[in-house]
C-alpha cells in the first residue's frame, strides 16, 4: 500500500468528456486524457483524486473497472449540505473544462478469491460496491458467491439499478416502500463464516455494520469511509524526526504533521487531509502513533508501520518517521 520513496504522486491533466444522468441528484462524470492515451488500470474499490477548477480537490470511487481504460468514470451525489465539491460539479462543471486527476488509490480492495462475498451499499455508496459487482459478474468459473444489499430512501435515489436487475444476487430496500431501514444485523447473520463482508454508505450505516460485525475476524470485514470515523488529535507537544532528511519539527498543539512539514516547504503526498484517502500514508521507523484514519485495518495501527500524517498525534514523545 505504502510507496516506498513516499514520493508526491504523479498527477494529469484530464478533460471532461461527458456527464450523465444515474438517478435524481446522482450523476455521472467521464474524464479523458485530452491526448487519448490510455489510463492505469482500475480495481474494484478504487479512488481518483479530482482538482476542480475552484481550487477544490475530492475523492471518488471509480465505477467501471478494467484495464488500460480510455476514460475513468465517477458517480456524484450533490449534497445538500455541500462545501463546494458536489455543488460545483453539478452545477458549474462542464463538459470540456480541464481538471486534475490523481491516482487511482485503493483502499477497499476486492478478494476475488473470497467462497462468498457479501456487499452493502447505501445511498451513493454504491459506486465502489457497483465496481465490485461488475468484477465479480465477469469473474471465470467457477467464481465465489456474492449477494448485494443495496438500500436507499427512494428508488429514484437509487443509482444504477437498470444493470443491477440483470443480477437475481441483488437484494434491494427502499426506506419509504419497506418502512424500515436495512437490517444490518440480519444481513451479518445470515453470512456464511467464511465470507468477506464490504460495506459502504452514510455514517449511521457503517457504525450499524461495524457493531454488526464487532466479532468477525478483521481481515474478513471492509469498510469504504466518505468523512472521517474519528477527529483529529491536535494536543501536539511531541516531536517528529524525519530520518532521511535529518530534520525534526516540535509539533504544536492545533497542527497536524502534514501540516507543520508543509509549512516548511516539504515536498509531500496528500489530499483528504481527513485520513480517508491514504495519499499521505508515511512509513514508521519508531515511536507509537496515535491513528485516526479510516484507512488502515485495526491490525495494521495495532502494527504501527505506517501512519497517516494528516491526522495522527503520537502516544510518545518522539516519532520517527522515514521522510
Known amino acids: 500500500m505504502l510507496n516506498e520513496t513516499a514520493a508526491v504522486e504523479a498527477s494529469f491533466e484530464a478533460r471532461l468528456i461527458a456527464i450523465r444522468y444515474a438517478a435524481r441528484d446522482v450523476n455521472t462524470y467521464e474524464f479523458a486524457r485530452p491526448d487519448g492515451a490510455t489510463l492505469k488500470d482500475v480495481e474494484p474499490g478504487a479512488h481518483i483524486d479530482v482538482a476542480l477548477p475552484n481550487g477544490i480537490t475530492r475523492q471518488y470511487s471509480l465505477i467501471s473497472p478494467g484495464p488500460t481504460p480510455d476514460r475513468y468514470i465517477v458517480a456524484v451525489k450533490r449534497d445538500p449540505n455541500s462545501r463546494g465539491g458536489s455543488r460545483f460539479m453539478h452545477e458549474e462543471l462542464r463538459v470540456g473544462q480541464l481538471v486534475t486527476i490523481t491516482g487511482p488509490r485503493n483502499n477497499f480492495r476486492l478478494r476475488e478469491d473470497s467462497e462468498h462475498t457479501v456487499l452493502i451499499a447505501g445511498g451513493i455508496g454504491i459506486t465502489p460496491i457497483w465496481c465490485m459487482v461488475q ?160 484507512v488502515l485495518t485495526p491490525a495494521e495501527q495495532a502494527a504501527n508501520t505506517t501512519v497517516m500524517i494528516c491526522c495522527a498525534g503520537s502516544k510518545s514523545e518522539r516519532l520517527v518517521l522515514d521522510l
Open 135 to 294: 468484477r465479480l459478474r465477469a469473474l471465470p468459473a467457477p467464481p465465489g458467491s456474492w449477494t448485494l444489499h443495496y438500500s436507499c430512501r427512494t428508488r429514484a435515489e437509487a443509482a444504477f439499478l437498470a444493470g443491477l436487475a440483470q443480477c437475481p444476487q441483488v437484494h434491494l430496500n427502499f426506506d419509504e416502500e419497506s418502512g424500515r431501514v436495512l437490517d444490518l444485523a440480519a444481513v451479518v447473520g445470515q453470512a456464511p463464516p467464511a465470507a468477506h463482508l464490504y460495506c459502504c454508505g452514510p455514517a449511521p450505516m457503517l457504525a450499524a455494520f461495524e457493531q454488526a460485525t464487532a466479532n468477525w475476524p478483521g481481515e474478513q470485514k471492509h469498510v469504504e469511509y466518505f468523512t472521517p470515523k474519528d477527529a483529529p488529535p491536535l494536543a501536539g507537544g511531541f516531536v517528529v524526526e524525519l530520518r532521511r532528511s535529518g530534520r525534526e519539527f516540535v509539533i504544536p498543539p492545533g497542527k497536524s504533521i502534514l501540516e507543520v512539514l508543509r509549512d516548511a516547504g516539504m515536498d509531500l503526498s496528500y489530499s483528504c487531509e481527513q485520513g480517508i484517502c491514504g495519499a499521505c500514508e508515511t512509513r514508521v521507523i519508531s515511536g507509537v502513533p496515535e491513528h485516526r484514519d479510516s
